[in-house]
T-cell receptor
Framework: NAGVTQTPKFQVLKTGQSMTLQCAQD?????MSWYRQDPGMGLRLIHY???????DQGEVPNGYNVSRSTTEDFPLRLLSAAPSQTSVYFC????????????FGPGTRLTVL | SQQGEEDPQALSIQEGENATMNCSYK?????LQWYRQNSGRGLVHLIL?????REKHSGRLRVTLDTSKKSSSLLITASRAADTASYFC??????????????FGSGTRLQVQP
């Protein structure tokens, strides 16, 4: 099993550009989530999904969109990148969200100029 | 807002010593989890302790939970240089069980000197 994979590993964007961060898991987990990690602030939840076709907002959803058309994939879209979105983004999956251990991807380091 | 806060923010010890990290949280929880993050990598799950449990062991790790004080501690015994990493506690608040999302603290950076 590959676990949770994320692409790209690194990305530099200019303000106003859009892009999609990819996340995929091969563990048949129902629950998937996106976090961002800023220095000294731990991880903050952006969006999450409890199953295919079902998504909801987390703590810091503004400027991001998600969709979940399959169990395996959970892409995160930045609509119009801003310097405040410079961060490291982690995707995670689990069987039942926080009731179980979560499996994290290796992260995408995003810089917005 | 962050539910859990780790203490200390940074800890430096010698190889072979024990390392203790503490986590405090604000509201009643379903469970508390500890994760490790090596520099530049994703988080790795270490241990999960449920609100009705008081202590759990996994190898060199011992986790305690005191729900009356809303606190937890992670003890790493006989530390090794490979234990150098950031350690995060994460909780699922009972009020948020519909979302089932983990809320993370800001972490403790552990440095184990060889």
């Amino acid at each position: 099993n590959a676990g949770v994979t994320q692409t790209p590993k690194f990305q530099v964007l200019k303000t106003g550009q859009s892009m999609t961060l990819q996340c995929a898991q091969d563990m048949n987990h129902e629950y998937m989530s996106w976090y961002r990690q800023d220095p000294g602030m731990g991880l903050r939840l952006i969006h999450y999904s409890v199953g295919a076709g079902i998504t909801d907002q987390g703590e810091v959803p503004n400027g991001y969109n998600v969709s979940r058309s399959t169990t395996e994939d959970f892409p995160l879209r930045l609509l119009s990148a801003a310097p405040s979105q410079t961060s490291v983004y982690f995707c995670a999956s689990s069987y039942r969200g926080g009731y179980n251990e979560q499996f994290f991807g290796p992260g995408t380091r995003l810089t917005v100029l | 807002s962050q539910q859990g806060e780790e203490d200390p923010q940074a800890l430096s010890i010698q190889e072979g010593e024990n390392a203790t990290m503490n986590c405090s949280y604000k509201t009643s929880i379903n469970n508390l989890q500890w994760y490790r993050q090596n520099s530049g990598r994703g988080l790795v799950h270490l241990i999960l302790i449920r609100s009705n449990e008081r202590e759990k062991h996994s190898g060199r790790l011992r986790v305690t939970l005191d729900t009356s004080k809303k606190s937890s501690s992670l003890l790493i015994t006989a530390s090794r240089a490979a234990d150098t990493a950031s350690y995060f506690c994460a909780t699922v608040p009972i009020m948020d069980t519909g979302r089932r999302a983990l809320t993370f603290g800001s972490g403790t950076r552990l440095q184990v000197q060889p």
